[in-house]
C-alpha cells in the first residue's frame, strides 16, 4: 500500500513519504490526540512531506496551466497538496483512514514535527527543524494519514548537528540561539521590531546540510512571507487580476500561537 502513496503523490513533488507507528504517536501524545480519538482503528501513519524545490516546482506548472488555482485560494500551496491527496480517495476504499494536514486552516492540528520524526523524515536539529539526511533543513511537512492498515514502519533518521560548527548560530541576526538551539521567544521579539528576516532566515539559508536543495527567491519569499511572496508570485506567472491577498505573517500575534518549545499549538 505504500507503493500506492508514492506513485500517486511523487509526481506532484510530495517525494517524502514514511509510516509511523500508531503506538508509538500514542505514547507522546494527550488523550485527545491519540489516535482512539483521532481515527478509531488506526495501526499506522503515513506522513507526508517534500524535500526540495520539487514541490514548488510542481506548484508553478500546475498554476501556469490553471491560473485561477492562484486567484481563487488564499493559500494555493496549501490547496494544491490537498487536491493531489483527495485523488487518492478512490484507492483507499475499503480502508477507515482520516487526512490531517499541515496548514494554517486545517481543522484539526497535530503536531506534525513528532509525527514526522517517529515516521522517520527527519531528525531533531538546532535549527528547531527537522533535519533531512538529504535535503537537509528544506523540507515541508504536509499531510498524515492515519489509516487501518499495517505497514512497515520506516527507520528513523539519526541526528545530524553533531560535531558542526553552528553556522546557523553565528548567522541569525535576532539571537535566537543564545543558549546553543534555536528559541522561540528571541526570536518573535526581534521579528516584532525588525524586518531582516521578514521574508527569509540567514540562520536555515546558513545550514550545510543539503545546501544544493536550497529554496529559490521566489519559493523562499513565498515561505516566509505570503503577503509579499503571493504578490511575487503573480507577477512571475504573468497573472493581473487577484483579488485575493496572502496571509502572515502575524507576528504579534504569532507568539501566541506556540508553545515554548515552539511547535505549533493544537
Known sequence: MLNVFQAALSPAGLNLIGVASVADWDALQPEARRSAALCPGARSVVVVGNGGTALWDALIEDLRGEPRHLTEHVHPLDAFVRRRIDALAPLLVGHRHRWFFAAAEADVHIDFRVLAQLAGLGADSRLGLLLHPEYGPWIGLRAACFIDADLPVSTPVPGSCEGCAAPCASACPGGAFAAGKWAVDPCAAFHQTSTVCASSCDARAACPVGAEHR??????????NRGVGRHAL?????????????????????????????KAGS
Request: hydrophobic share 30%; charged share 25%.
Open 215 to 224: 529554496y529559490g527567491p521566489l519559493q523562499y519569499q513565498y515561505h516566509y
Open 234 to 262: 503573480r507577477e512571475f506567472l504573468n497573472i493581473q487580476e487577484d483579488s485575493l491577498e496572502g496571509v502572515g505573517p502575524h507576528w504579534e500575534v504569532w507568539r501566541s500561537k506556540v508553545d515554548v518549545k515552539g
